[in-house]
């Protein structure tokens, strides 16, 4: 009884002992995997650096990174040693995301990622406080963060081609600089309040969405001058669009206009429209140009066509109210 104690006891012990040893070796392996990991991740950032470093360019005293039809479905951390970069131009490189870091490339001025394959713009971007241009257009981004209007140096914006994006934060509004803003080939319904609140907005683009009318409050964009609408469901234009003042260019192509408004004929800054493929009312007819040349540069749904639309409507209500008045009053002769 008592051998077999101690010969049970022998075995524990020796077991126990090459547990110990079994566990310590796969410990080895363990760190040294996690070692061989970590030179092959060390010597893929050294990789990834050295190829980032060669996309570096210099244009007018700028520091560029491009790169452009080589495939960066994500960008490295290595990036952050090149945080000198004022202007990113990447474009075709199957880029899923932009990356969590972006808030700490302060020097960035210009920050190009179109067309690609990107969802999401991240929160850190209203770190990038001196950026002027960011352009997103031709990638998957469905929504627009409100930590963007911290970025209070933005001048351009394009979220064109994006085809989800149907509103924009209100916040939006506070970008004091912006200037030029893309949306066209989206999902919107209406014009945003953001948009509507922009102080400095100048050039904007809203073809290809899904408008069916334009607010009153567009008179609110006193800065606009170039103003793109093809290709809605506009069926008609307020009378306060005869308050945007600095308005130049207009374009209302393909859409369900059947008349236009009276008071355009008093915007006297308007040097561009275009009513083509409208179901307009009326069917007008140019009076002769009185060269071949005037022929050849005239627009036929042009700013001429819109003046001669809006004299034409005129004159037809002036014959129905002068019909009214002339029209005999009938007499009832039965006593």
Same mark, same amino acid.
């Given at each position: 009884?008592?051998?077999?104690?101690?010969?049970?006891?022998?075995?524990?012990?020796?077991?126990?002992?090459?547990? /110990? =040893?079994? @566990?310590? %070796?796969?410990? $080895?392996?363990?760190?040294? /995997?996690?070692?061989?990991?970590?030179?092959?991740?060390?010597?893929?950032?050294?990789?990834?650096?050295?190829?980032?470093?060669?996309?570096?360019?210099?244009? $007018?005293?700028?520091?560029?990174? @491009?790169?452009?039809?080589?495939?960066?479905?994500?960008?490295?951390?290595?990036?952050?040693?090149?945080?000198?970069?004022?202007?990113?131009?990447?474009?075709?490189?199957?880029?899923?995301?932009?990356?969590?870091?972006?808030?700490?490339?302060?020097?960035?001025?210009?920050?190009?990622?179109?067309?690609?394959?990107?969802?999401?713009?991240?929160?850190?971007?209203?770190?990038?406080?001196?950026?002027?241009?960011?352009?997103?257009?031709?990638? /998957?981004? @469905? &929504?627009?963060? /409100? *930590?963007?209007?911290?970025?209070?140096?933005?001048?351009?914006?394009?979220?064109?081609? #994006?085809?989800?994006?149907?509103?924009?934060? !209100? *916040?939006?509004?506070?970008?004091? @600089?912006?200037?030029?803003?893309?949306?066209?080939?989206?999902?919107?319904? &209406?014009?945003?309040?953001?948009?509507?609140?922009?102080? +400095?907005?100048?050039?904007?683009?809203?073809?290809? #969405?899904?408008?069916?009318?334009?607010?009153?409050?567009?008179?609110?964009?006193?800065?606009? %001058?170039?103003?793109?609408? !093809? =290709?809605? !469901?506009? &069926?008609?234009?307020?009378? &306060?669009?005869?308050?945007?003042?600095?308005?130049?260019?207009?374009?209302?192509? #393909?859409?369900?206009?059947? $008349?236009?408004?009276?008071?355009?004929?008093?915007?006297?800054?308007?040097?561009?429209?275009?009513?083509?493929?409208?179901?307009?009312?009326?069917?007008?007819?140019?009076?002769?140009?009185?060269?071949?040349?005037?022929?050849?540069?005239?627009?036929?749904?042009?700013? !001429?066509?819109?003046?001669?639309?809006?004299?034409?409507?005129?004159?037809? +209500? $002036?014959?129905?109210?002068?019909?009214?008045?002339?029209?005999?009053?009938?007499?009832?002769?039965?006593?």
């Amino acid at each position: 009884m008592t051998e077999n104690v101690v010969c049970t006891g022998a075995v524990n012990a020796v077991k126990e002992v090459w547990e /110990k =040893r079994i @566990k310590k %070796h796969n410990e $080895d392996l363990k760190r040294e /995997k996690e070692f061989q990991h970590k030179l092959v991740r060390i010597w893929e950032e050294r990789v990834s650096l050295t190829k980032l470093k060669e996309k570096v360019t210099r244009e $007018d005293g700028r520091v560029i990174l @491009k790169i452009e039809k080589e495939e960066w479905k994500s960008l490295p951390s290595s990036l952050l040693k090149l945080n000198q970069l004022q202007e990113w131009q990447i474009h075709r490189t199957g880029l899923l995301k932009i990356p969590e870091f972006i808030g700490r490339f302060q020097n960035l001025i210009v920050l190009d990622l179109s067309r690609n394959i990107i969802s999401e713009i991240p929160r850190g971007i209203g770190l990038l406080t001196r950026l002027q241009e960011l352009i997103l257009s031709y990638n /998957k981004i @469905k &929504t627009v963060p /409100k *930590e963007l209007s911290n970025c209070a140096s933005l001048e351009k914006l394009e979220l064109a081609v #994006n085809r989800d994006i149907c509103d924009l934060p !209100q *916040e939006l509004s506070s970008l004091l @600089k912006l200037t030029h803003l893309d949306l066209s080939m989206n999902q919107f319904t &209406t014009i945003p309040p953001a948009v509507l609140n922009m102080p +400095a907005l100048e050039w904007l683009d809203m073809g290809s #969405n899904r408008l069916e009318q334009l607010p009153d409050a567009i008179e609110r964009m006193k800065s606009l %001058h170039t103003f793109w609408l !093809q =290709r809605n !469901q506009i &069926t008609c234009l307020p009378e &306060t669009i005869s308050n945007m003042k600095n308005l130049g260019t207009i374009v209302l192509s #393909n859409n369900k206009l059947q $008349d236009i408004p009276l008071c355009m004929g008093e915007m006297e800054n308007l040097r561009f429209v275009n009513f083509r493929d409208n179901p307009l009312k009326l069917e007008v007819t140019l009076p002769p140009s009185e060269s071949v040349d005037e022929e050849e540069e005239r627009e036929l749904f042009g700013l !001429q066509f819109m003046h001669t639309y809006i004299q034409e409507s005129r004159r037809k +209500a $002036d014959d129905e109210v002068n019909c009214l008045i002339t029209s005999p009053t009938s007499i009832n002769t039965d006593e």
